[in-house]
């Protein structure tokens, strides 16, 4: 009896606090929320909110804001208690980039926000909540997405591509998967593949109404009214869902989709000010363009031909073929006229700049005389003075 005695005294008191912030660790991993920006001031309202109505707790979460744009956001989001916002000078690629945010963030799981889409209020929690399920996958996305296309009121399904398949601005992901992974930093757009190794990454998917709503827009660096050109019927549908299934604050709701009249007003947002991108875009499109016309010459022979459309090979016929490689060919040609164009505005910027040194030159010049003459007067006015 006294010796049990003795155990009850020598044990030691269990500190509540510590276990239940164990406890709180383990349910709510710390996240790091990873933004690239460029140039998208009229978008950030939206994006704090989307970030501020999230349900996963605050405490537990750090956003990280890469900003390369030459209007700068930083009185924006700087007094943001979980902000953690980073200014470069040089434009970087957005493979770049996101790496970048990788390097800053100190999450164990990062989940992406970019800034000119919605993200319900169960973004984060919802793809905790499916990649802490699931012991083997390493990433989360949604290979199905649905765009808003305001010009034409309708809303559009595209995808799922496959089991592995998702685009960027849907994934969340462990930090494990940095140890092997990383993006190609040449990489300016379609930057998902690579990272994930051709789509081979344990993955799993994320339930689409509850991660994002794109809306079409002016100021998208690729032209999502593109995509319903000539669309596979297979993984482009017209939805019967509306903007309200998706956005149930009407703050939000508001300003998404009032968001183009705010555009034409500014004017650091235009796709021509992300020349690099473009001059990719359309490298992208004369490579398939030259993969089109390959195909078309394996067809003459009467093979069957196959497209690959996320994990799935799709059967094209010669007729097929010759419409994708017209709009591949009229889309180049568009997109190269635009490259010429923005090559004019930054040779006509250049032009302009040297003539406004110019003009400050020789108003310093004229500064310079006329200090000299006003030494030259006060000299004279002192000597006089003097006698």
Same mark, same amino acid.
């Given at each position: ?25 383990e349910?709510?991993?710390? /996240? ?10 009229? *978008?950030i309202? @939206?994006?704090? &909110? ?33 902000? &953690?916002? =980073?200014?470069? %000078?040089?434009?970087?690629?957005? @493979? ?15 989940v ?15 793809? /905790? ?7 083997? #996958? ?10 808003? =296309? ?7 399904? =595209? ?6 398949h998702s685009?960027?601005?849907?994934? #969340?992901f462990?930090r494990? !998967?940095?140890? %092997? ?7 300016c757009?379609?930057?998902? &593949?690579?990272f994930?190794?051709?789509?081979? /990454?344990? *993955?799993?998917q ?8 794109? *809306? ?5 660096? *690729?032209?999502?009214? &593109?995509?319903?050109?000539?669309p ?15 956005v ?13 009249? !705010? ?27 030259k ?25 094209l ?19 190269? @006229?635009? !490259? ?32 000299? !003459? ?5 000299m ?8």
């Open positions: 009896m006294g010796k049990k005695n003795n155990n009850k005294k020598n044990k030691k008191p269990v500190n509540k606090n510590t276990s239940n912030n164990e406890n709180r660790e349910k709510y991993p710390f /996240v790091s929320v990873c933004t690239p920006t460029f140039n998208r001031r009229p *978008f309202e @939206g994006m704090i &909110k989307c970030f501020n109505h999230q349900i996963y707790p605050k405490d537990r979460m750090e956003w990280i804001i890469i900003d390369d744009g030459t209007d700068k956001i930083e009185e924006l989001v700087k007094e943001h208690p979980n902000v &953690k916002y =980073f200014k470069y %000078d040089e434009k970087m690629t957005l @493979g770049k980039k996101r790496n970048l945010l990788h390097e800053k963030s100190k999450g164990e799981i990062l992406y926000m970019d800034d000119d889409d919605y993200y319900p209020p169960q973004r984060v929690s919802h793809a /905790v909540e499916k990649l802490m399920g699931d012991k083997e #996958a390493l990433c989360a996305g949604s290979s199905e997405i649905y765009i808003w =296309f305001k010009h034409i009121n309708k809303m559009y399904q =595209f995808g799922p591509y496959g089991p592995k685009t960027a601005g849907t994934f #969340a462990k494990k !998967l940095l140890e %092997d992974n990383k993006y190609d930093e040449e990489a757009l379609a930057e998902e &593949k690579s994930l190794k051709d789509y081979t /990454v344990p *993955f799993v994320l339930d689409p109404m509850k991660v994002i709503l794109v *809306f079409s827009h002016n100021h998208n660096t *690729f032209d999502k009214k &593109k995509l319903l050109d000539n596979h019927p297979q993984f482009v549908k017209e939805s019967n869902k509306t903007v309200n299934d998706f149930k604050e009407k703050d939000l709701k508001d300003f998404y989709m009032n968001i183009d009249t !705010l555009l034409p007003f500014y004017s650091p947002g235009l796709p021509k000010m992300k020349p690099d991108v473009l001059e990719q875009m359309v490298k992208i499109e004369e490579t398939r363009r993969h089109a016309e390959n195909m078309m010459a394996q067809g003459v022979g009467g093979g069957q031909i196959m497209i690959q459309q996320g994990d799935q090979n799709i059967a016929n010669n007729q097929q073929i010759v419409e994708i490689m017209k709009q591949q060919q009229g889309a180049l040609q568009q997109q190269g @006229g635009q !490259l010429q164009q923005i090559k004019q505005a930054y040779e006509q910027l250049a032009r302009d700049n040297m003539e406004i040194k110019n003009q400050l030159q020789s108003k310093d010049n004229t500064i310079t005389e006329l200090q000299k !003459l006003n030494t030259q007067l006060l004279k006015l002192s000597g006089s003075s003097s006698s």
